[in-house]
């Protein structure tokens, strides 16, 4: 059985999945729920111009600041397959794997086709169905929703910006802490440029279709690494490939260096 339909079946992989509601590869959003400050910042990625590029498969597609700056979207590259700089973050996940915000799902899926448990979870019902339809399992809700298999995923996933997730690192960092085991890896990709910004951005196809306006931040290195030191959380790794960055966390500290390496 591969990892995927562990999941899609409900069957328990690592005593990790036991929600009733990714028995089916779930595509629903659940009953109507309060109306949470991440929820409202979700619902705007269920908003035209973003799930009609994901029908389509390709941009144009900007978050837009409200100063007019506007920050493309690879929506492409998000709806193929996962590609070189992607496979450097695919090898380095251990255990079962969360892709927070997974999007179209390339990641997932590629995770799933590998047979390594995994799940994805994206507030968009247009990214989770084609995440199922690529072979990835994958459940609609908020990270900031409860979650299945808390305190125990291997890794966790902040992949394509994903670390601007609800507009407040140090809190999402925070939510990411409780989801995974005590030895769990994370995985962020952070922006290439030395930036550390929170705003309020819509999702705009530059031509006049433009959501709801969200919370949203970008963090180069230097900030995430800030961000992270400060709810505990410690670099263990930091690597570039096909000019994006990314950076690997533990809780636990670093072993101390032996007299021998230093
Ligand atoms: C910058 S896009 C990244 C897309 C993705 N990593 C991919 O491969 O296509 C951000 C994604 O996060 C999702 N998202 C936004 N807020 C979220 C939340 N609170 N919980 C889970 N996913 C969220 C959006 O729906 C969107 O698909």
């Excluded at 409900?10 to 991440?38: F, Q």
């Excluded at 230097?222 to 096909?242: F, K």
């Amino acid at each position: 059985m591969s990892a995927a339909e562990t999941v899609r079946d409900g069957s328990v992989h690592d005593g990790l999945v036991k929600d009733r509601s990714v028995h089916d590869g779930s595509v629903r959003d659940g009953p109507v729920r309060e109306r949470t400050p991440a929820r409202r910042a979700a619902a705007a990625w269920h908003a035209d111009p973003y799930v009609r590029a994901l029908h389509a498969g390709r941009g144009p597609l900007f978050l837009r600041r409200t100063d007019g700056w506007m920050l493309p979207l690879d929506v492409e590259r998000w709806c193929a397959d996962a590609d070189a700089a992607d496979r450097t973050v695919l090898r380095r996940c251990q255990g079962p794997a969360l892709d927070i915000g997974c999007g179209p799902g390339r990641l997932v899926a590629a995770l799933a086709l590998r047979g390594r448990p995994c799940l994805g979870i994206d507030v968009s019902q247009a990214a989770v169905a084609r995440t199922v339809r690529a072979g990835g399992p994958a459940l609609c809700r908020s990270v900031f929703e409860p979650l299945p298999g808390e305190g125990r995923w291997g890794t966790a996933l902040l992949i394509d910006g994903n670390i601007g997730i609800g507009g407040d690192p140090q809190a999402l960092l925070a939510r990411v802490a409780q989801l995974i085991a005590p030895e769990g890896l994370l995985l962020v990709e952070a922006a290439t440029v030395d930036v550390d910004e929170r705003v309020r951005v819509r999702v705009d196809d530059g031509r006049g279709d433009v959501g709801t306006a969200f919370p949203w931040a970008r963090v180069g290195v230097p900030a995430l690494l800030h961000h992270a030191r400060a709810v505990g959380w410690n670099p263990v790794e930091q690597w570039t490939a096909r000019d994006r960055s990314f950076v690997s966390l533990r809780r636990t500290p670093p072993p101390p260096r032996s007299a021998t390496e230093r």
